[in-house]
């Protein structure tokens, strides 16, 4: 289990959970799943068409985040967001139709890529993931303040001049970096699960907000790593167990926030 | 352009949304450390007005001018917080973001930073539930945070849409008592809007009464008069005085007026 | 004239029988989506239609290799997680969309699941894509009776819940106010729309889908103030759409020299390019300023103090 081979691999989970919990944290509490469902998933038809075109994959996949940004922001503006998400996604599925029929690609690759396999990740695939995970948590970060303040209200945001326009094209643009990282790694619909379940629970845990992004990242770790585990012990896909441990984490932190409540009315009841 | 005194002032301004004309020729200015109500029933504009001033909105003609410092020396308390219950953010948290919520990179533990927000809880007699979740707080312990949050840089106008609706009276005569003594304390000039005006008839320099998209100013006593109140509606309405109480009354078979008054509940006034 | 046509339709066009087959199965997909659509933009559900999508195609692709009906499997599948997604209680569209979310994840994983427990993966992952992708020429003759009659049950049970329906979309409270059992009202919308997503993401695939669920609706939505003018265009538009997008992607076969566009890229970008151009014209109008009032800029904010 732990051969240089899986070292690899576990070095790569561990970043794609870390940029995953940190950016999760901001996809949960702005509401924004869609957009972090349809990011990821727009932007794998790029790596087809990188591969159609023999560029490296990674700029595929940047390419079309950055296409799905584009969408979303820019059609959002014109009407409802979440049509505006669903268009830009199936419109870059369609181009993904497109590409596929011109491409040889194995299925297991697309199946890969789509409900996520830990995929083997070499020595020199380390390097280029180890800096754009740290781009993105860095890019999170910097912009810590004024996104937390337009993710609570965006009109208290716009009154000290941080454009709540601006906060949310940022902020795909951050989704869409924590897309890349973790797309070639551990597939689209895997990256998503991760986005959101560590982060629901870990915002009933804290009222900090900061502390809400750590442990955000390190529920998003223990996951990761507890499902690759499972999944090298029983053979069973990973993606099963990240969705699953996903839904355990968002009914754990209801549950948690239900019994504090409870608690807290007890205890004011008591006085 | 403003006198020496005049914090803000609105000039002959005109403000559309959408196409639809909304405000027609407001017209008033606010003097440094003056508290006005801005007075009108739902839908007559208070909250465009209001965002016109923040300049979130641009006035088709006439003008806004603000003191030196624009919108950064503007304080603003939105109608609508919507507030999402599992947010991990304290009360504490918000009043922070007030401060310094456009800056980059993360909130670094800071001895300065905590002893401005600590006063400002203080000021807003917030510090009892300062480490509560903002979720789980009620409506009049969100209202002093968000104050709090609009006051903590020291703005020389605070803007507060509504800022005692959905509010029990003890809790609204806090509130009052709470802005007119920040406002004399801090100097800030005060601009709220309120549908009921009861409220803050003792505390108000000035008042901004808003209807059919125009609006009439001045001293409360020069305001809600007959002849005044008339010309605003365009039909005749009755300022009575009975009890130490006003009434604004519309005459009988005026269909327009008596939907009008209904729509409008600030019918009922004390003088102060 | 025949010429014309012929410039606009490449030969054998209306002789070929795959065509004719796409023609009516996507057709009465495109309505009945169309209609359900209407519905799912209004409630701002766009997130839950994909979902709906994903996750019964993808257990649709389990449920085919387990022997059973496909259809079924994707019914099946589909009405589970449309149950589970209103199971948990849940206030704002900000904490549904995340609900769905988490839902999608986990039965994306027991999907993942189920493809790896039966038989060997290359041909399940084949069936999955294919599923994703949906492949309309290809469709079989034989399912159309079948999901032409879930096709039925889902519009006849859109007509049933249309009032409470629509007043619980506008507004809730309203609506239980006026006795209307939102939540259970609420259920059954999803249960529909999960119906008329399954099929057809099992007959034009699970991209389509989507596409024939939000982008028709949400284009009549920006060109009808009245729900039931809504629901009529949505339809119409779908239909169109779908046919045109047939039309050029069998004629694409002409162009590109044999190579062809796929189906589903072809309506896609229908949809997708009409929506911009509806959205842009609706928003071009807004923008309109008043005769005689011209906007003048702002006194400068920053002017100092007398
Ligand atoms: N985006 C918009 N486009 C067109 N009309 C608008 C728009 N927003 C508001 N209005 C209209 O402008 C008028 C004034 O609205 P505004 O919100 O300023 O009223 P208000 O006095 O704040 O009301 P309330 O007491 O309900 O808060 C209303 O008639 C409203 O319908
Ligand atoms: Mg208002």
């Not at chain 3, 004719?20 to 309505?31: E, P, S």
């Amino acid at each position: 289990m732990f051969d240089d081979f899986m070292v690899n691999t576990w070095i790569a989970a561990t970043l794609v959970a870390g940029v995953a919990g940190v950016v999760g944290f901001f996809v949960v509490i702005r509401g924004a799943s869609f957009a972090a469902h349809a990011l990821p998933l727009s932007a794998f038809p790029g790596a087809a068409a990188a591969n159609l075109v023999g560029v490296d994959q990674l700029i595929g996949v940047l390419a079309f985040s950055g296409f799905g940004v584009a969408g979303i922001s820019q059609l959002g503006r014109r009407g409802r967001r979440d049509v505006a998400t669903a268009l830009s996604l199936v419109m870059l599925l369609g181009l993904g139709a497109l590409f596929l029929s011109r491409t040889t690609e194995y299925f297991q690759a697309i199946y890969a890529l789509l409900f996520g396999e830990v995929l083997g990740v070499g020595a020199q695939d380390l390097a280029p993931l180890a800096a754009l995970s740290a781009v993105s948590i860095a890019l999170t970060l910097a912009l810590f303040r004024p996104l937390l303040l337009s993710s609570v209200s965006p009109e208290l945001a716009e009154t000290i001049s941080v454009s709540p326009r601006v906060m949310e094209v940022l902020f795909l643009v951050v989704v869409a970096l924590a897309t890349a990282v973790a797309l070639p790694v551990v597939g689209a619909l895997l990256v998503f699960s991760l986005m959101v379940g560590p982060a629901s629970a870990a915002r009933t845990l804290t009222s900090r907000p900061l502390a809400g992004l750590f442990i955000s990242a390190a529920i998003s770790i223990v996951t990761v790593w507890a499902s690759i585990a499972l999944s090298f012990a029983s053979d069973w896909p990973i993606g099963f167990f990240v969705g699953a441990l996903s839904a355990l984490g968002y009914l754990a932190g209801r549950t948690w926030a239900w019994v504090e409540i409870q608690g807290l009315s007890q205890f004011r009841r008591s006085r | 352009m403003l006198t020496r005194s005049e914090v803000l002032a609105v000039r002959q301004a005109s403000v559309s949304l959408s196409g639809h004309p909304i405000l027609k020729d407001i017209d008033f200015a606010l003097n440094a450390g003056e508290f006005c109500g801005l007075i009108g029933a739902n839908g007559s504009g208070k909250t465009t007005l209001l965002r016109t001033v923040l300049g979130f909105v641009m006035p088709t003609s006439g003008s806004v001018t603000m003191e030196a410092g624009g919108r950064a020396s503007i304080g603003y308390v939105p109608q609508k917080f919507i507030l999402d219950p599992y947010m991990p953010m304290r009360a504490r948290d918000l009043v922070a973001l007030g401060l310094d919520g456009n800056r980059l990179g993360v909130p670094l533990p800071s001895r300065g930073r905590r002893r401005k927000v600590d006063e400002m809880l203080e000021a807003v007699e917030a510090t009892p539930f300062a480490d509560q979740r903002i979720g789980s707080l009620s409506g009049g312990q969100q209202q002093r945070v968000l104050i709090a949050h609009a006051l903590i840089r020291r703005p020389r106008l605070l803007l507060l849409d509504e800022p005692l609706a959905n509010l029990d009276i003890r809790s609204v005569a806090g509130i009052v008592a709470l802005l007119r003594r920040v406002s004399r304390e801090l100097q800030t000039t005060v601009l709220l809007s309120a549908h009921d005006m009861n409220p803050l008839l003792s505390v108000m320099d000035r008042i901004v009464y808003l209807a059919h998209g125009r609006a009439a100013t001045g001293a409360i006593d020069a305001v809600v008069r007959t002849e005044v109140l008339s010309r605003l509606y365009g039909y005749h309405i009755d300022v009575v005085r009975v009890h130490g109480r006003v009434l604004v009354v519309a005459a009988e078979g005026e269909g327009d007026a008596q939907t009008a008054i209904q729509r409008d509940p600030v019918h009922v006034a004390q003088v102060p | 004239m025949t010429t014309l046509l012929s410039l606009v339709v490449a030969p054998g066009f209306f002789a070929s029988e795959p065509v004719r087959t796409a023609a009516v199965i996507g057709g009465a997909a495109a309505i009945v989506s169309g209609v359900v659509g209407v519905f799912t933009v209004i409630r701002g559900q766009s997130f839950a239609g994909h979902a709906l999508a994903d996750v019964s195609s993808a257990g649709g692709a389990g449920a085919f290799l387990l022997g059973i009906n496909p259809l079924s499997g994707f019914l099946l599948m589909g009405v589970l997680a449309a149950t589970s997604m209103e199971l948990v209680r849940v206030d704002r569209p900000s904490e549904r969309d995340l609900v769905t979310g988490i839902v999608t994840g986990a039965g994306l994983g027991v999907a993942a699941l189920l493809l790896y427990l039966n038989v060997t993966t290359s041909s399940t992952t084949g069936a999955a894509v294919t599923i994703m992708f949906g492949s309309m020429f290809t469709i079989s003759a034989s399912i159309v009776p079948l999901a032409i009659a879930v096709g039925l049950a889902a519009l006849s049970a859109m007509g049933v819940l249309y009032r409470p329906l629509l007043l619980s979309s506008l507004d809730p409270n309203l609506a239980a106010v006026q006795g209307v059992p939102v939540r259970l009202i609420g259920l059954l919308h999803l249960i529909v729309v999960a119906l008329a997503v399954a099929l057809s993401a099992i007959t034009v695939g699970a991209i389509l889908s989507t596409a024939l669920l939000i982008g028709p609706a949400a284009i009549a939505l920006n060109l009808a103030k009245r729900p039931s003018v809504a629901i009529f265009l949505a339809a119409v538009i779908g239909v169109a759409a779908t046919w045109g997008g047939i039309l050029l992607a069998y004629d694409s076969y002409e162009w590109t020299g044999g190579h062809g566009w796929p189906v589903s890229f072809c309506i896609v970008a229908l949809i997708f390019a009409a929506y911009v151009v509806v959205a842009e014209i609706r928003l071009g109008s807004r923008r309109q300023p008043e005769p005689g009032l011209k906007p003048r800029p702002r006194e400068g904010r920053a002017t100092t103090a007398g």
